[in-house]
């Protein structure tokens, strides 16, 4: 696998046009009580997300599980109906969109699910799961879709004679491929790919994400990968977008969460990557958070990071941070930003070290 500063990605996407833009974005899940089922309460999954996607980039959603990646993932290909915000995609609002209004876009925006084992059906031959978009979309193609389906088994790496099998012939990653097969089938615009090798050995896990980058150079895709290994997130993204507790706390280029993160969540993010050099394993602060995450059912107020922040002060936790941007193209949402020459808050009242650092 290349290493992530020898690809020259940024710079390919720094000039595009917005391909996906994300307004306030929110999914609320009502909770129902006792007997009569009634209640007022709700599971914030998604509470307020704002961001954009240019055309033929890579951008990765990160975070602990429960933060709210797969639901984000799931209202952008419209699988599930945002509670409120906006999502405007080719410079159309698909927020709302009926299902008969939507079905023509599905030609543009579709989804790599995360286990290649469910996502395929086992009653099904591998040229009618592949065929399956040409058939629902009324799709014509040149030679036929049995050899349209073919020459798709070809460009993710698999031998065109397997249309006729089914998918418990097939390994975890080559059941991947066929899922990625099915999704470039209508040729989209947008792929959203929701931990795509995480199911995958870690053999074939990097097969598969340069299957994605190959296809992504060749047919000028457009990726929001949510993931949470960090160390294909590196290899993978132009930006990356750190969620905690569905907001997103801290977004920008790769390289600059990387190496210059600013939020605190995402400082002890980064020092749990594990570093292949044991000589340079020492020279690195691990910091351990303490406490669990909060229930997304009764979110902290203000910040949402301040119960396991050690730079929490009163502000943090009456005062939510702005999402703002503190270096060109890097915005945080903190009062007390790692990492930063000085900020007014910063400046204010200096913050002490993490309270449990190993």
Known sequence: MTTAQSRPRAAKASGATDLLT?????????????????????????????????????????????????????????????????????GQDITHL???RMRPLRRDIQMIFQDPYSSLNPRHTVGAIVGAPFRLQKVQTEHGVKRAVQDLLKLVGLNPEHYNRYPYEFSGGQRQRIGIARTLALRPKLIVADEPVSALDVSIQAQVINLLEDLQNELDLTYVMIAHDLSIVRHVSDRVAVMY?????????????????????????????????????????????TGDVPSPLNPPPACRFNTRCWKAKDICRTEEPPLAELAPGHRVACHFPENIASTPAAAAEPAPAPAEAK
Request: some cysteine; aromatic content about 4%.
């Open 98 to 100: 009926s299902n008969s």
């Open 245 to 289: 507790l569905g907001k997103i706390v801290e977004i920008g280029e790769q390289a600059g969460i990387y190496t210059q993160p600013m939020h605190p969540y995402t400082v002890a993010l980064m020092s749990a990557v594990p570093v292949p050099d044991p000589t340079k394993r020492g020279q690195r602060t691990r910091i351990r958070l």
């Open 22 to 90: 994300v307004s306030g974005l929110q999914k609320h899940f009502p909770v129902r009580r006792g007997l009569l089922q009634r209640g007022k309460d709700a599971v914030k999954a998604v509470d307020g997300l704002d961001f954009t996607v240019a055309r033929g980039e890579t951008l990765s959603l990160v975070g602990e599980s429960g933060c709210g990646k797969t639901t984000t993932g799931r209202m952008l290909t419209r699988l599930i109906e945002p509670s409120a915000g906006r999502i405007d995609f080719d």
